[in-house]
Each structure stands twice: as structure tokens, then as C-alpha cells.
């Protein structure tokens, strides 16, 4: 919705500065007036080059999104702001998603934000955005049984590094996806959720790090390369519990 809003701030301002550039202002100046003269035209033609700016920034370059839940716990915490990398995985039309210029596409380990693949707007999640790390691409066969996960038939490798500090129990694992490590959380005294599927083209395996505190796609099914949005790339803030900001992770680099 605001992709749509922002979209449409964008060209009435930017027809109204057209307007007034083209055709009024001349005229304007001969007769010795001001711009001041006229408020509703002054405020359009000020304010279209910083709706112009964030309209630009926020469509094709970057997004900000704040971490909403603790489902890629511990490489994300809630109350993290992240910036999105919008162009990465291709230029894309600011509203509807189709896609303008095609530039790349999501690797194993990347962490995207992505729209929720709903089936229909009866779901609760309809139109919401998540964040969760590549697992699969297009043709991969993923298997995950008992916190053991396979890609394509080859184990990945994950080493313990010890349990978390908050509950002494659920277990800290170091895990390698195609090159890119990073910390997991599993509860080794839950079953947990398995998955065994093959990933269709055009569409991506999603899992948060937070492996039994995830909803996902071993839930909900695989997210088209449509709904994706981008790949996060740094915590520019973070406010933790009490609204208390946590300077530590401030530009932290995610991966």
C-alpha cells in the first residue's frame, strides 16, 4: 500500500512540476509574480524532488524493513531495521512486481525479504512481508529430517557451538550453505518440522535460522521468484527489549 501511495505522490507532484515548468511559469515571471502567490502549486513544486528522491531510492535501490518476529534468530533479532537490496535480484515495477530489468537472481544463503506466497486474501498473512534465508533454488531437492539437512543428496555440514545463553538448552549450530556460514538455533528435545521436496522453476525453499521457531516454507510451500523483494544486506539500527537501542549491531553486514 505504500508503494502504491508513494507511486502516486510521485506523479501528480511530478505532473504539477511538468505543468508549472512548461506552461506557467514563463508567464509567471513576464507578470512579475511569485510562486508564493499560489500555496496548493508552491507545495507540489517543492515538494516534488524529495518525493522524486525517496520515490527512486525505496523503488530501485534500497528498502528499509524492520525485523517483525524472532524466526532468523540469532542472525536477526526483533526490533533490527534492516536495508533491502532492491535491485539485486532485478529492477522491478514499483507496484504489482512485475520485473523491468533482470539482473540476478537469489543464491543459496542469501536472506531475502519477500512478499507471503497467500493463496488467497483469506489467509492472515495475505500481503505481508517476511524475511527468511534461501534453502533452495530452482531444481534442488531438499530434505530436512531430525535438524539433518540435505541438499541435492549432500549433507550440510553444521558444527555445535555450544547452547544459548537465554535458556541454557536450545542448541547454537554453525552451518555451511554453499560457502555461506552462519549461526542456527535447533531444540534437540522437539521432533521439529521435516521437509523432502524438489523446488520448482521459478520458485525458492525458504527457512529461518531459528529453525523450530520459524514458520516457513516447510509450512506454507515455496515462494515464486514474483513475491521476491530483495536481499537484506545491513542492520543500520536496532532497539531490543524495553525500546533500548543495541549500538552493537549497528551496520552489522548480514549473511
Not at 78 to 103: A, E, M, Q, S, T
Amino acid at each position: 500500500m505504500f508503494n502504491l501511495i508513494l507511486t502516486v505522490l510521485t506523479a501528480v507532484t511530478g505532473l504539477v512540476w511538468l505543468v508549472d515548468k512548461l506552461f506557467l511559469a514563463k508567464p509567471r515571471a513576464a507578470r512579475g509574480e511569485e510562486l508564493r502567490q499560489n500555496s496548493a502549486l508552491e507545495f507540489c513544486t517543492s515538494l516534488f524532488p524529495v518525493i522524486l528522491a525517496v520515490f527512486v531510492v525505496r523503488s530501485f535501490l534500497f528498502e528499509p524493513f524492520r525485523i517483525p518476529s524472532g524466526s532468523m534468530i540469532p542472525t536477526l533479532h526483533i526490533g533490527d531495521f534492516i536495508l533491502v537490496n532492491k535491485f539485486g535480484y532485478g529492477l522491478r515495477c514499483p507496484v504489482g512486481g512485475c520485473k523491468l530489468v533482470d539482473i540476478g537472481e537469489p543464491k543459496r544463503g542469501d536472506v531475502v525479504v519477500f512478499r507471503y506466497p497467500a493463496a488467497s486474501k483469506d489467509d492472515p498473512n495475505y500481503g505481508n512481508d517476511f524475511i527468511k534465508r534461501v534453502i533452495g533454488v530452482p531444481g534442488d531437492h531438499i530434505t530436512y529430517v531430525d535438524h539433518v539437512m540435505t541438499v541435492n543428496g549432500e549433507r550440510i555440514n553444521t558444527t555445535i557451538d555450544g547452547v544459548d545463553a537465554n535458556d541454557g538448552f536450545t542448541r547454537r549450530s554453525i552451518e555451511n550453505l554453499s560457502g555461506v556460514e552462519h549461526v542456527i538455533l535447533t531444540r534437540p528435545d522437539i521432533p521439529g518440522k521435516d521437509a523432502d521436496v524438489t523446488v520448482p522453476a521459478g520458485s525458492y525453499f525458504m527457512m529461518g535460522d531459528n529453525r523450530d521457531g520459524s514458520n516457513d516454507s516447510r509450512y506454507w510451500g515455496f515462494v515464486p521468484e514474483a513475491n521476491l523483494k530483495g536481499r537484506a544486506v545491513v542492520i543500520w539500527m536496532s532497539w531490543g527489549e524495553h525500546l533500548k537501542p543495541e549500538f552493537s549491531r549497528f551496520g552489522t553486514l548480514i549473511h
